[in-house]
Each structure stands twice: as C-alpha cells, then as structure tokens.
C-alpha cells in the first residue's frame, strides 16, 4: 500500500489518468483491432489484399500525419487535439461494423490511423509536459508496460467472453474512447493551462522543409529509417495476415490467435526487463541482428508449424526478437541525434510506420497468390535484409564522425 501511495505522489495525476487510459484502451482495442481481418473476411467481397489494404492504409495515412502532430498541437493546442483523436477513434471503431462497403471502410481505417498517430504524440508530450526530465524514462517505461498489459489480457478475455472479433468487441472499444475523452476532458479542464499552445517548445516542433532537408542530407538517418520500415513491414503483417491464415487453415483459428496475441504481450511483460539487462553488454546493432534473427526464425517456425504447440514456440522466439528490436532501433537513431534537431529526427523516425502499410496489404497479396508458407519465409528474409541497412547506416555514421574528429584535430 505505502509503494501504491508512492508511486501516486510521483507522477502527476493527468500521467496517470493517461497511463490508465492506456491499460483500459489497449485491452479493449485488442479485443477487436486485431480482429478486424478477420472480422471483414465474413465479407465474400473482400479478398485478402484487400483487407490488408483497408487495415495497411489506415498505418499509411497515420505515418504522415503524425509528422505534422507536433505542428498541429501549435496551432489548435494539446488538449483538443487529444480529445479530437479520442472521438476520431471512437467513430472509425463503429464506423467498421457498420459497413461493408470498401470506400467507406478504408475512410474509417484512415481516421484510426491518423486519429491514433496524433493520440501516441500528443499524449507522450502532454505525460511529458507533467513529470521532470529525471523521471520521464521510468514514466515512458510505465506506459510501454501499461500497453503490453492490456494487449495481453485482452485477446484472452475477449475469447473467454465470446465477444473477441465481434460486434459486441467493436462496440466495447468505441463506447470506451468516447466515455475516456469525456473523462480526460473533465480532467484537462481542471488543469490551469494544460497543453497550451504556447506550451509547445521549439524543440517539439516538427517541421516539414526541415525534415526534408534532414533527410536528404543526413545518409545515416535515411539507412536507419529504410531498415525500420523493413522490419516494422514484418512486424506490422504479423497480426493481420497470420490471424487470416489460421482462420483459414486450423479449427479454432480465431482462438489460436487470441492466445497467440496475448502470449506476445505477456512475453513481454516477463522478459522485457531482464532481456533489455542481458543485452546491454552488447552494442545496438548486435542487439538489432539478433533481434531479426529471432524474427526470422519465428518467421520460419510459423511457416512450417501445424499444431498450436509449433505456433506458440514460433510466437515466443518472434517475441524476444520483438523485446530486443524495439528498443534497440530507436536507440540506435537517438545516437546520431543532434539536440537541437530531435523533434526533427524523432519526427523522421515516424516513417518507420510505413512499414505498418507496406505488411499487412503486400502480406495479403502473398497470401492471396501463394500461401501463408511463402508468406511467412519471404517476411524472414525482408527481416534478415533489414539488418544490413542498420550496418550500412552505422558504417557511415562511424567515418563521419571519425571525419569530423580529423578535421577538429587539424584545425586544432
């Protein structure tokens, strides 16, 4: 109890009202996001690129427009912005089950997208805004881990009630966000001053031109941002197209699936810390190698498993890949980060949810043309091709700097 009151006292209370949102927000949306391939597959007009298409295009429009969050927050400010991408998520939820029309169904997954893409910024700069720069690695920590909780009791509650995939799951997570943006806005109100516009610092802001410019002229940055597309396109195809293949193939596919889901986050919320531990003694790009060793080889578990004991051990290994990715990727950009541009870089970073367009619609073309074996082995390799943009990048960053040591020495 005396931790609990000491944890309470740290943040403030609009961190952890946030915080909560999201173990509330990820355990109903994974009753039903993770779902919606298979959900729209009851419509024989849709094939299966299609539905990746539909789900792909939502990441797609969320990728740049989440680049001009930081800038939009500017001009209309934090608080409306976050309750605006509460009520567009709230809409796209129902606007999925009420419809079976392609137009209408990729509009709404363009409001998710963009709608979820400007909640993740401004919510991460409204928690930051709240909690001293001492504290703001433990409170991220908090909210990766409050994610991961929700995204791991979800599926499985969801199966157990019936409701995972269905109407009932799509309504749930609608009346959730609508009824958290009512709550949150209550909260904001109360604040004096809360994510102002004029609250927005310089360094937060993203600037299109400058971005351009960045990444024309830094080749690193631009290496490192080609080999995150590649491997958020084979994380980003995992739920979709592997939720389409054992729909298709296995008796109780969806219930596979739904434990598969929550096997991913409860890994990670097991193993997260003491793996991160381990692999500190090594450097960012051998935790990046491995980690698309490991997504390989789930890969490849997947491709040729054909019980649900060879899917959960694929599920697992794709897993650690995923814990030591994740972090290490983000690092890796964060070190060739120059201060005064790291709204900029960071911004840059965001290209990598391309990748979250390019898995689930190019995963549906090889499963509508092949099968899910040719789909799975030529993820591996786009996983394994990855880690050489990540050298290249490295490489280059390395004789830059090793350049600029050289000219500082002669002019010294």
């Not at 009346?175 to 937060?204: Q, R, T, W």
């Not at 531990?277 to 054909?306: D, M, N, Q, V």
């Amino acid at each position: 109890m005396k931790k609990l009151k000491c944890y309470l006292k740290e943040y403030h209370p609009i961190v952890h009202s946030l915080i909560f949102g999201t173990v509330l927000i990820s355990l109903t949306s994974s009753m039903s996001l993770p779902f919606l391939a298979i959900y729209l597959s009851g419509f024989k007009e849709l094939s299966f690129s299609k539905i990746g298409f539909i789900i792909g295009v939502g990441s797609l429009a969320g990728t740049f427009c989440g680049l001009i969050g930081g800038v939009l927050s500017d001009f209309i400010g934090r608080n409306k912005l976050l309750i605006l991408s509460l009520l567009g998520l709230g809409v796209a939820f129902i606007g999925f089950i009420s419809t079976s029309n392609l137009g209408l169904l990729i509009s709404f997954s363009i409001v998710r997208g963009v709608s979820q893409a400007f909640f993740g910024t401004i919510s991460k700069a409204l928690m930051a805004d709240f909690t001293p720069e001492s504290k703001r690695f433990r409170m991220f920590s908090n909210r990766y881990f409050a994610s991961n909780l929700g995204f791991a009791a979800g599926p499985v509650i969801g199966a157990l009630l019936g409701i995972g995939g269905n109407m009932i799951a799509f309504v749930l997570t609608s009346v959730i966000y609508f009824g958290y943006a009512l709550s949150l806005m209550m909260m904001l109100k109360s604040v004096p001053n809360s994510g102002s516009k004029a609250e927005v610092h310089d360094e937060e802001r993203i600037h299109p031109s400058l971005l351009w410019k960045v990444l024309r002229s830094d080749v690193p940055l631009l290496l490192f941002i080609i080999g995150g597309i590649l491997l958020t396109t084979v994380h980003g195809q995992m739920s979709v197209t592997l939720s389409q293949y054992l729909q298709d193939h296995f008796m109780d596919g969806v219930t596979l699936f739904a434990l598969l889901m929550s096997l991913n986050g409860v890994t990670v919320i097991l193993f997260q810390l003491p793996l991160s531990r381990w692999s500190e003694r090594y450097s960012l790009f051998h935790r990046i190698l491995l980690g698309c060793i490991l997504f390989a080889c789930g890969e490849i578990g997947f491709a040729f498993s054909s019980n649900w004991a060879l899917f959960i051990v694929s599920m697992f290994i794709f897993t650690l890949g995923e814990i030591l990715v994740i972090p290490a990727e983000y690092a890796q950009v964060d070190e060739i980060t120059p201060n005064e541009l790291r709204g900029t870089y960071y911004g840059a970073q965001s290209l990598n949810e391309f990748g979250n367009f390019l898995g689930p619609w190019f995963g549906g073309v090889l499963l509508t043309r092949y099968n899910g074996t040719v789909m799975f082995l030529f993820m591996g390799c786009v996983s394994l091709v990855s880690v050489y943009f990540f050298f290249a990048g490295k490489r280059r960053y390395n004789k830059k700097t090793k350049s600029a040591i050289d000219s500082g020495k002669f002019f010294a």
